[in-house]
């Protein structure tokens, strides 16, 4: 399989040589030349595969480069029961990613697919824990090393870190705001006592840590010299890894390939729902893909008026569901240049519109008109809306979920179908938001076993000042 940019003005390339790079050099997004079709029949069979096997069927219709033996095994090392072991005990945990119904409500079955049974507790380490051994595997082969750069205000970066721990040829500088993550959230990543991992906790908020990764990746010669990488969520193995649960939640939720489902995806980035996407366009029954949003509702916005108009760092509001704070979709450009027909030198028009003038307008346009057939609709949701649903979902099915989860099962709710199975995916567990959880129940976030005492562990954590020279001097002394 080779790889295009969104912008049209890049070489090709393939799997293995835009892993462990960001953007296209032209400032595009890579995607695949074409979607690889999976038909009805090809679906039945993968019934009752294991998901790492069903990862194999999705993944090596993309990773030609990597021998078949080599990913098989990389995958069956990734998706293990005992990664994924912190979901609801009634769960079957061997399915990695379990469905759990709820009940029917308007004629339908509505459940969650859980995704947030890994390490850290929350959808990201689905992808993450396979880049982990993907990276690892890469840089071996070609005798590298990598320092991996990142900011994090929470999910992405201990995400991150428990993918990339104990891995050879790895090294992580996370960037964390002092004191403005929940104590949770701190906990998890400052307990980690890895060799390979550095947390630097910068005196500043979250996007002084930013500006600061942003400062170093633009020092390009410091970039080169020390072998700077980052992780984001534009990286396409994260976007594809993501495919596979999509195949999976269809696989346990119906019998047969003539059957279909709707997803319901809360959303910041793009990320997750664009993995959505494509999964759609590999042939998967998928009837709608609804993307939720918080109160920062760019995506919303676009999807009911065609305006995409992406918002300032002064306007992005902080909310209870704060992984979803964002302010521009940066992996909304991939679906940008699908529904403008793969067309690099439109796409990269229209982006450039958006760093001038901070958006752009189809309303008007055909193409907007034809945008329902690719399954997406949209809803958003508040902080009462949220506080709302997590009480409701407790009292009537006896399931505490999460902030994000909630703004998803509240919009799910707004476009149920009679007869099309509703899945919302649950993107976290409850205990990582806990002070709007207790708000909301007035009793605590129910805790897995395995993070009872994380708080009182060890930490090991680097004080810095938001000092762009003080984190390179820090890098450039503790190098892989
Ligand atoms: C990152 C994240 C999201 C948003 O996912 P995108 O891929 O950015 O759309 C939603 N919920 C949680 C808990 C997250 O960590």
Redesign the pocket.
Known sequence: MRYQSTRGNSPQQSFLEILLGGLAPDGGLYLPVQYPKVTTAQLDSWRGLSYADLAYEVLSLYSDDIPEADLRALLRKTYTEQVYCNGRPQDNAKDITPIHWLGEEHGTRIGLLSL?NGPTL???DMAMQLLGNLFEYALKKKGQHLNILGATS???GSAAEYAMRGKEGVKVFMLSPRGKMSAFQSAQMYSLQDPNIFNLAVAGVFDDCQDIVKAVSNDHAFKARNQIGTVN?INWGRVVAQVVYYFQGYLLATKSSAEKVSFT??????????AGHIARMMGLPIEHLIVATNENDVLDEFFRTGIYRARKSAETLHTS?P??D?SK?S?FERFVFDFMGQDGKATAGMFKQVDETGGFDISKDAVFKDLSKYGFQSGRSTHENRLETIRDIDQRYGVMI?T?TADGVKVAREHLQAGIPMIVLE??LPI?FEETIEIALGRPAECPPAFKDIKSKPQRVENIDADVNQVKAFITTHLG
């Open positions: 947030s929350a959808f990201k929470g999910d992405t969520s995806v809360p959303s910041g980035n793009f990320g997750n729902v664009c569901s992984s979803m964002i979709a992996n999460d994000h993107t976290a990582k």
